[in-house]
C-alpha cells in the first residue's frame, strides 16, 4: 500500500470537525493508526467507529468477515463487545437495516459516512 500520510492530515468527522482517533487498545482503522481515515486504496470504506456488540460481531461473521477470531500473523487480536474498531462504512449500514445497531463514536466517523444516513440520524446512533 503506497500513500503518504500527509494525504490523512485534514480529514473532517460527520461533525465536519478534524477526525478524532476511535480506538487505540486494539488499533483499529485501514491503516492501523488508531482512526477511521480513508483514501482511495481503502476499498472498503473503513469510516464507521463503532462500539461493538455481540449480535454486530454475529451478524458481520455470518455476512463472511470474522472480526471475532484472532489472526495473529496479522498482528490482529480478535475484537469482543465493547471494542471500538473502524468497520467498513457497507457493512455498518447493512446492519442498521437489518435492526443490528452498532452505536457510533461521531468524533471518529470519517465524513463519508455521511454519504449513507443524514447527520441527524448519525446522532441517533451515537454512543457519545
Not at 467507529?49 to 490482529?76: K, R
Not at 443490528?100 to 444516513?117: F, I, M, N, Q, W
Request: a negative charge; one cysteine or more; glycine letters at 8%.
Amino acid at each position: 500500500m503506497s500513500f503518504d500520510a500527509e494525504d490523512l492530515l485534514g480529514q473532517k468527522n460527520v461533525l465536519g470537525k478534524p477526525l478524532a482517533s476511535c480506538c487505540f487498545d486494539p488499533v483499529t482503522g485501514y491503516f492501523r493508526d488508531g482512526f477511521c481515515h480513508t483514501l482511495t486504496i481503502d476499498a472498503g470504506e473503513h469510516t464507521a467507529c463503532v462500539q461493538l456488540t455481540g449480535e454486530f460481531l454475529s451478524f458481520s461473521q455470518a455476512m463472511g468477515n470474522d472480526l471475532i477470531t484472532p489472526i495473529p500473523q496479522f498482528n490482529f487480536p480478535g475484537l469482543k463487545p465493547g471494542d471500538y474498531w473502524c468497520v467498513c462504512a457497507a457493512r455498518w449500514f447493512q446492519a442498521y437495516q437489518a435492526g443490528v445497531v452498532a452505536k457510533l463514536r461521531l468524533e471518529g466517523c470519517h465524513e463519508s459516512l455521511l454519504k449513507y444516513l443524514p447527520l441527524k440520524t448519525l446522532m441517533q446512533l451515537a454512543v457519545d
